[in-house]
């Protein structure tokens, strides 16, 4: 796959056909309705080796889509997963700059705690898109070009 290798620090995505039981939701529309709740933006928790690069944003094969939280603070992100050989750290993707049609699937996430689990969504790239070029525009809009 275009990732180098899996990240093994982020939970596993769903399975795509499981989307619809985990309450899809896709911008545009949405966003206004939705507006307050999208406005920060989303948690990536990334390799440290990897800030400033796209593939920090490269989903693997096991993913469906990139691991994100909402609702919690980096912080509370990093005391859970810090990262095992190579440290972690986060970086805030901006709600309001993703690409037309991306999903965003809120999904319980396991292995970690109720509180983070609770907070875990998956971003999903939209249709048509390869994984590179949302990789590379994530990696735009969170300044790191």
């Known amino acids: 796959f275009e990732a180098a290798e899996p990240d093994d620090a982020l939970p596993v995505g769903l399975?795509?056909?499981?989307l619809a039981r985990h309450g899809v939701l896709k911008?545009?529309?949405e966003a206004v309705e939705h507006g307050d709740d999208l406005?920060?933006?989303f948690i990536r928790v990334v390799r440290e080796d990897w800030v400033g690069t796209s593939q920090a944003f490269k989903t693997d094969k096991l993913?469906?889509?990139l691991s994100v939280f909402k609702g919690?603070?980096?912080e509370d992100v990093l005391k859970e997963m810090p990262g095992k050989n190579i440290p972690n750290?986060?970086?805030i993707i901006p709600s309001q700059g993703l690409p037309l049609g991306t999903q965003i699937i809120k999904t319980p996430a396991r292995g970690l705690s109720q509180y983070l689990s609770d907070a875990h969504h998956i971003l999903v790239r939209p249709e048509g898109w390869s994984i590179d070029r949302f990789a590379k525009t994530i990696k735009k809009l969170v300044g790191w070009e």
């Not at 399975?15 to 499981?18: A, E, K």
């Open 89 to 91: 750290t986060t970086v």
């Open 15 to 18: 399975p795509l056909d499981d």
């Open 39 to 41: 406005a920060e933006g």
């Open 63 to 65: 993913e469906d889509g």
């Open 72 to 74: 919690v603070t980096p």
């Open 27 to 29: 911008l545009g529309d």
